[in-house]
């Protein structure tokens, strides 16, 4: 819009310079040519009695004071020839001037026109000045050529300048202010574009994938309105993909499960039937050696159903994680807790604490299920090791409170890295793998981060980031 000002401000800007450059050619051929009608007219009443003669100075005599008399009144400088059109007079305003030394003579190529004509008008330059210089053939009454009438007429470009900047003047303040108007407008209607693209952006940026996105109203039906409406179509075919998505994961999340739980069900179950056909097939209730059997096979059977009650409590947890009543818990106390339950681990426990007042916003028994899970995973690296050990440290800095547990197992293998905290995703040869993904939910759901360091062959070491209460 400001383009448009500007632009159309310098059009009529050049547009007008040539039109008052124009006026004032019109203007000075026009002014020029009345005064050369009104002494041609006056001329020609006293010409019409002049005979053609070879000896002008009769006609010079006759014409002498009439030329200074119209030279005076229309303040003009006036030229006599002769039909040859050699210089016989000039008058000037209250003067008469009669040419001495080589007369002045009439350019040929004006001299043969007017032969066909009776007025040319010829554009000379003289001194920096522009001239109009006025031929006019100038009869008696027998109708004969009896001389030639110049009049040489000064273009004033003064007149027509400074009627330019008059108007230029009064046109340049209306178009300030018409300038200032399109400013304003123009900040009005980009405030208003953008408001309501930052709207249109504000909802873009807050699409949520996971959760029903509501449309946008918009009234106007502008470019933007159908950028709203193709928006909302958007919408509607994403909330559709995304409640497929979810049955299907849904579905695929199921099937998982069952494969799983089927699966670790079916591992238990195995030896039992093994060793029940087993006792079948040696019954012999008097025998000292199949009584001990006996026995073994019933305290495997309690062993392999406990497993398969710790199976189904994990599974059980996992599909519904209790609601976190998050309240100030003393981290070292809650490590001091766990180290009571593991003093009888078939392993060294340490445990460091170089804050004992850091306290966090947590469930306080998910904390414990947590530290319980890591240290038991920790328990599982060290098993094969002829010195197993584990520590925990707490410590606290820069609003936050840092809790880690190292062991000196083998580390985990580089293949089982990126799935570490997935569901069903475990190195150990039994159990559901899904103790660190539960780990996982109860540290995002305190607002926390959890990472582990591991190399394979060596050490690795989990780490909890919780901010301070």
């Not at 328990?379 to 000196?408: F, L, R, W």
Request: charged share 25%; proline share 4%; net charge negative.
């Amino acid at each position: 819009m400001l383009s448009l000002v500007v632009l159309s401000i310098i059009v009529i800007g050049v547009v007008t310079v040539w039109f008052f450059q124009e006026q004032n050619s019109d203007y000075h051929q026009q002014r020029l040519q009345r005064k050369e009608r009104s002494i041609k007219t006056e001329m020609r009443y006293f010409s019409k009695e002049v005979k053609l003669q070879e000896d002008m100075d009769i006609v010079l005599r006759e014409f002498e004071e009439v030329l200074v008399r119209l030279a005076s009144v229309h303040n003009l400088q006036i030229n006599f020839f002769n039909t040859a059109g050699q210089l016989l007079l000039t008058a000037q305003p209250d003067s008469v001037t009669q040419p001495v030394v080589a007369q002045q003579q009439i350019p040929a190529q004006s001299l043969a026109e007017l032969q066909e004509k009776d007025r040319v008008i010829i554009p000379t330059r003289t001194d920096g000045q522009e001239y109009l210089s006025d031929y006019t053939n100038l009869y008696n009454g027998q109708g004969e050529q009896i001389a030639i009438l110049n009049i040489p007429y000064v273009q004033d470009p003064e007149i027509s300048q400074q009627d330019l900047e008059e108007f230029l003047g009064s046109i340049g303040l209306v178009y300030i202010f018409i300038a200032l108007g399109a400013i304003g407008l123009t900040i009005v209607l980009s405030n208003s574009i953008t408001k309501n693209i930052s709207i249109l952006s504000e909802r873009l940026g807050n699409l949520d994938l996971n959760k029903k996105n509501e449309p946008i109203q918009w009234s106007s039906d502008d470019e933007i309105g159908t950028l709203v409406a193709t928006y909302n179509i958007m919408l509607e075919k994403l909330e559709e993909s995304r409640v497929q998505l979810a049955k299907t994961e849904r579905e695929s999340a199921w099937r998982e499960m069952a494969r799983q739980v089927a699966h670790e069900i079916k591992n238990p179950l195995t030896p039992i039937k093994l060793s029940v056909q087993h006792l079948q097939a040696t019954a012999a209730h008097d025998d000292p050696e199949w009584q001990s059997k006996l026995q073994d096979t019933l305290k495997m059977i309690i062993q392999q159903i406990d497993a398969l009650s710790n199976i189904a409590t994990e599974f059980s947890d996992f599909a519904k994680m209790p609601r976190a009543k998050a309240s100030r818990v003393n981290v070292s106390s809650v490590v001091k807790d766990m180290a009571l339950l593991f003093r009888d681990a078939p392993f060294e426990l340490g445990v460091e604490i170089q804050s004992p007042d850091a306290e966090i916003l947590i469930d306080e028994d998910q904390l414990h299920r947590l530290l319980n899970n890591l240290v038991k995973n920790a328990k599982h690296a060290v098993s094969q090791q002829t010195n197993p050990k584990v520590e925990v440290s707490v410590t606290s800095g820069s609003n936050k409170v840092g809790i880690c547990i190292s062991d000196n197992g083998e580390g985990i293998p580089a293949e089982a890295k990126e799935k570490i905290f997935r569901p069903n995703s475990t190195t150990k040869s039994s159990g559901t793998g899904l103790g660190l993904s539960i780990s996982k939910q109860i540290v995002e759901q305190a607002n926390g981060e959890i990472w582990f360091e591991s190399d394979e062959g060596g050490p690795t070491k989990f780490y909890v980031s919780f901010p301070t209460a």
